[in-house]
């Protein structure tokens, strides 16, 4: 069940990127970032059940950022700047005198990890897209991603033997690690061979190695959330694949490097 639902999901991606090229694609990446938003939210305030926080505040912040970090992006800072100076302000009156100050910095500290992790780090995968090349550096980042998941799952299965990290994922070993980072390097030098050729292939070998240690990480950073929501899953998206954020945690963590090193081959290339 779940190769036939990751089959389905490749086949609609491909799809939508055929009828609708690159705009299909970031809008169906925009739709993941908030059912992202929403996943993030129950997980980290499932324990305020009946409270603003987790029906209202959180959310409607974290949409508005979002979309003006999208579609204003020339403002971008100034309304981060405001809108988290007003969820502070927000959090403090409705919940300073009724909650304990232990409460209140906790989830202000969740508050701040959630910015960080479903809204900028989704903003940087975007920006990836709206590059010269955007369809072909998502195509790297999703590569390095999955390809160094892939790489990971056989080969820990295979010769896996000691744990990576016993606390957040048991079932994971540093033998896939390895492995994993093979895959992602693997996956970023053949990119940039067939796409780049005037690029140093050595280039796409670090960038593979390093977007796969920020991919690897952000694996262990949602395994973490979860163990500490009590949750098995981020939530459901199809069979056998949890949620949203089960899928592209890899994928969000490792957008800025390729972003970057994307931008600034762009710079060399024109």
Known sequence: ????????????????????????????????????????????????????????????????????????????????????????????????????????????????????????????????????????????????????????????????KKPLSQSLSPKKTLEGSYFGFLGSSCASLAVGLIKFPTVNPLYFVVLGLIAGLFAQTGDLFESLIKRIAQVKDSGSIMPGHGGVLDRVDGVLFASPIVYLFAFNTEKFLF
């Not at 299909?24 to 129950?42: R, W």
């Not at 003006?68 to 809108?83: K, R």
């Open 1 to 160: 069940m779940r190769i036939l639902s990751a089959l389905v999901a490749v086949a609609l991606l491909v799809s939508v990127y055929i009828y609708f090229s690159t705009t299909g694609l970031f809008y169906i990446c925009i739709l993941a970032a908030l059912k992202g938003i929403l996943e993030f939210n129950k997980m980290a305030f499932n324990d305020t059940p009946h409270s603003l926080v987790k029906k209202l505040l959180f959310p409607v912040f974290g949409f508005t950022l979002l979309i003006i970090s999208v579609y204003y992006a020339q403002y971008s800072s100034e309304f981060w700047a405001l809108l988290l100076s007003l969820y502070l302000c927000l959090y403090i009156w409705l919940y300073g005198s009724k909650k304990s100050n232990d409460w209140l910095f906790f989830n202000l500290t969740k508050s701040a990890i959630g910015f960080f992790y479903v809204i900028l780090l989704p903003v940087m995968a975007l920006k990836t897209l709206e590059l010269h090349y955007g369809e072909t550096w998502f195509l790297l980042l999703l590569l390095i991603v999955f390809c160094g998941d892939t790489f990971a799952y056989f080969g820990g299965l295979k010769f896996g």
